[in-house]
């Protein structure tokens, strides 16, 4: 029997400043969005056009992007 993942990954809509979306974590009830420092707290809800991304995409999302490995791993 598999655990649960802790934490759950979701993708924002693109826009002009984000054309591939944002990527947002929600661990537990926090909702959290990477930024290339790190991720940054932002609330408890989650964007209604949010999709859910499993964590390979999400890791994949993050090498598309050029983000830092430690960066992504630090939730």
């Not at 649960?4 to 400043?17: K, Q, W």
């Not at 974590?25 to 408890?44: C, E, F, M, N, S």
Request: charged share 30%; glycine share 6%.
């Amino acid at each position: 029997m598999t655990r649960p993942e802790s934490v759950h990954y979701l993708r924002t809509e693109p826009t002009m400043a984000f054309p591939e979306g944002r990527l947002l974590a929600r661990k537990q009830r926090q909702l959290y969005v990477l930024a290339p420092d790190g991720w940054t707290r932002l609330g408890a809800d989650r964007p209604i056009d949010a999709k859910p991304l499993t964590r390979q995409e999400a890791e994949d999302w993050c090498e598309r992007e050029g983000l830092d490995w430690q960066a992504f791993e630090q939730l």
